[in-house]
Nanobody, 123 residues
Framework: QVRLVESGGGLVQPGGSLRLSCVGS????????MGWYRQAPGKQRELVAA????????NYGDSVKGRFTISRDNAKNTVYLQMNSLKPEDTAVYYC????????????????WGQGTQVTVSS
């Protein structure tokens, strides 16, 4: 059974930083593209960032380019999302996703989802 467990969310002031982590189990982690998505109240779930299985290709949502960085450590079955210069509009539940596909131009979400972690940006 595939399991993705996120951590690292919380409350942060505008301009601050957070790092999210997602640990995967039950899948061959190093063979899977991974991604982060978010969903704010009343809005559709949207792509934040995605990374290919070996980390060579990354894709970011337009609203986070230049502020967020996705990375992975396949030895630890973990994908990270470093979030800098956070804004109130970044407030959302952030979900880890696995098993999708991506190129530099396109991302398709996979079938595996974590339970989500809340990120709140507020003064």
């Amino acid at each position: 059974q595939v399991r993705l467990v996120e951590s690292g969310g919380g409350l942060v002031q505008p301009g601050g930083s957070l790092r999210l982590s997602c640990v995967g189990s039950g899948l061959i982690f190093s063979s899977n593209a991974m991604g982060w998505y978010r969903q704010a109240p009343g809005k559709q779930r949207e792509l934040v960032a995605a990374i290919s299985s070996l980390g060579w290709t990354k894709n970011y949502g337009d609203s986070v380019k230049g502020r967020f960085t996705i990375s992975r450590d396949n030895a630890k079955n973990t994908v990270y999302l470093q979030m800098n210069s956070l804004k109130p509009e970044d407030t959302a539940v952030y979900y880890c996703n696995g098993g999708g596909a991506l190129t530099a131009a396109n991302v398709a979400a996979g079938a595996y989802w974590g339970q989500g972690t809340q990120v709140t940006v507020s003064s």
